[in-house]
């Protein structure tokens, strides 16, 4: 497998760099090929403008999206997103590797995401959810949070963990066509021993290893929605 | 009222800016104090970094919650974030105005949010929902997407919109304390007509002339959970 995991801290010593090392490792030592873009040290630009088009469709009124697609096409968008794109263009597995920041992506990675995902390539018209442009290509996160895990659940305090995450799980991974893994959550991680980690990055060591054997999360199929995406019923 | 516009559009012809110029306008003939965070034309940084603390807590590994509320008490925190916790601090009504990227906010307001909604001051320990630092003020969410209405629902192929926006309207605004109004949507903006667009402005103006008639979104009290955060049942 080609594997790209796009991690985001700004502290190089944290554990969630160290899980995405772990997975660098584990990956590798399995015969995997792994690319690595680390945002922070890349010092990724995670905010979306007309600076991202060196020419422009329309130079009087900038829609995102109409340029990215435009600039996608013609070689003109930013490099840095050119370069992204090919690396996710390039991978099977797509691995977001992040510590929970308001119960989503940081801002850094955020912008990723509202960069990278580009018009015509992820998605575009009626190619979206199981007719994505990333289909066939999977996706995992792999994130740490200070919450227990009984704070996350149908009565816990905080809800479902996957509820809170479908902004990223539905609204981005899978609407670009990903099949989404369940995710991979290091709870509590401010607050537990040296002992706990190292568990976790057994854990996840091991997660990474039965990645076929893992159930992908449920989303819509396009078949179930008329032209006009009102569900066929 | 003192109402805080947070403003997020990479374009100033817009229609999202638009809606924001129409609440500044509404809000200030009905004589309520207005202010405007404009984060594409401050150049609001939205990454959270070490860079933020003049002065660490702890130098060599840096846990981005507890230098927060290490420097913000001792005012060593990064200029801006002290400007926008000041402006949130004054207003008794937070408006967050903004094109839905990817069912969530743009990278720069996600960082505004990372960066400003400070531990210590908006949550901290046991202060979070009901208890959050930001009780007694009010929230509310405007924002342009390019879906129609009918693909927000139950059964609609992207599911309830308030679902998908639940990291902001809960994860952020209702954690932090704030209560918060029903998010104002602008569907399939970038199609429709010039009339609709206007009638959408109108719309909004009669929202925000009736913000005191709206009943707010519920969410979890801590009363209803034990100390460990397990539902008392």
Redesign the interface.
């Known amino acids: 497998m080609k594997v790209l995991i796009v991690h985001a801290h700004?502290?190089p010593?944290s554990f969630t760099t160290a899980l995405k090392d772990q997975a660098v490792a584990t990956l590798s030592a399995a015969g995997h090929e792994v690319r690595v873009s680390d945002l922070?040290a890349m010092q990724f630009n995670?905010?979306?403008?007309?600076a991202d088009f060196a020419e422009r469709s329309d130079p009087d009124?900038?829609?995102?999206?109409l340029e990215q697609r435009k600039g996608f096409e013609s070689g003109t968008i930013a490099a840095d997103i050119r370069e992204e794109v090919a690396k996710v263009d390039w991978c099977d597995v797509l691995i977001l590797n992040f510590p929970i920041?308001?119960?989503?992506?940081?801002?850094?990675m955020?912008?990723w995401?509202?960069r990278v995902?580009v018009s015509g390539r992820f998605y575009g018209g009626k190619r979206f959810?199981d007719q994505g442009g990333m289909r066939g290509k999977r996706a995992l996160l792999s994130f740490t949070l200070?919450g227990?895990e009984?704070?996350f659940g149908p009565?816990?305090?905080?809800?479902e963990l996957e509820?809170?995450?479908?902004?990223i799980l539905?609204?981005?991974l899978a609407?670009a066509g990903f099949t989404v893994l369940p995710p991979f959550a290091a709870y509590h991680v401010?607050y537990v021993t040296q002992e706990s980690r190292q568990q976790i990055l057994v854990e996840y060591a091991g997660r990474l290893n039965r990645l076929d054997d893992l159930t992908s999360l449920s989303f819509?199929s396009?078949d179930d929605?008329d032209d006009?995406?009102?569900?066929k019923t």
Not at 46 to 50: C, D, I, K, L, R
Not at 155 to 159: L, M
Not at 163 to 167: A, N, S
């Open positions: 700004y502290e010593q922070y995670p905010v979306a403008s007309a009124y900038c829609v995102y999206a920041f308001w119960f989503s992506v940081p801002a850094i955020k912008g995401i509202d995902f959810y200070g227990r009984h704070m009565q816990a305090i905080h809800g509820t809170m995450l479908r902004p539905r609204g981005s609407y401010p819509p396009l929605f006009r995406l009102y569900p």
